[in-house]
């Protein structure tokens, strides 16, 4: 089994922007997200991992607005049949520091209170459940008081 995780920015989403379209479209099972336009124009960065050349996960990670070096994990998903197989591990290891090079100082995660293999994931990546403050009134949350906060200083 052959694991390749891509860290997709412009530059590589240009090699061959169908590809990246179709596989984005497939991990979500939708056509909605747009990759070029996110990459172009929202601050976004998105993390791939290809099992034997199937996609099979992606993080989605956003540069919060107006600020320029904290970033929020939009989404993390590994489709159901590769999971508990490190593949988020994974495309974590390549992530964090790539961010770091981009000027991160601080990464974001929101996670429901109940889903424990994400709160393991992010534990062992060094995040922590921390209070919302200054975030507590951004659309970050999409699922409002359900949600907790996990950050990670970079
Ligand atoms: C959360 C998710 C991305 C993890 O992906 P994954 O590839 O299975 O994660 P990994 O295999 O790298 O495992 C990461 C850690 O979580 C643990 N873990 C994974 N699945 C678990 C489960 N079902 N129960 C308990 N722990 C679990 C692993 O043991 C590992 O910790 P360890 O290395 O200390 O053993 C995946 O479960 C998923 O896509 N879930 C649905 C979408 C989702 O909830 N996303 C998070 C939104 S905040």
């Known amino acids: 089994m052959k694991l390749e995780i891509i860290f997709l920015d412009l530059t590589t989403y240009k090699t061959d922007p169908d590809f990246y379209e179709n596989a984005v479209a497939n991990i979500?099972?939708?056509n909605y997200v747009n990759v070029e336009n996110q990459l172009k124009h929202k601050n976004v960065?998105?993390?791939?991992?290809?099992m034997d050349n199937v996609p099979c996960g992606i993080v989605r990670i956003a540069l919060i607005y107006k600020r320029k070096t904290v970033y929020c994990i939009r989404q993390v998903l590994v489709l159901e049949k590769y999971r508990n197989k490190g593949i988020a591990s994974k495309m974590y290891e390549k992530c964090i520091p790539k961010l770091k090079e981009l000027g991160a100082?601080?990464?974001?995660?929101?996670?429901?209170?109940?889903?424990?293999?994400s709160k393991r994931l992010h534990s062992k990546f060094g995040f922590y459940n921390t209070p919302k403050g200054y975030y507590e009134n951004t659309n970050?949350?999409?699922n409002g008081e359900l949600e907790e906060m996990w950050c990670k200083k970079i």
């Open 105 to 117: 100082t601080k990464i974001l995660s929101f996670i429901l209170q109940q889903n424990i293999p």
């Open 28 to 30: 979500f099972d939708s």
């Open 140 to 142: 970050y949350d999409g």
């Open 45 to 50: 960065y998105f993390v791939i991992a290809f």
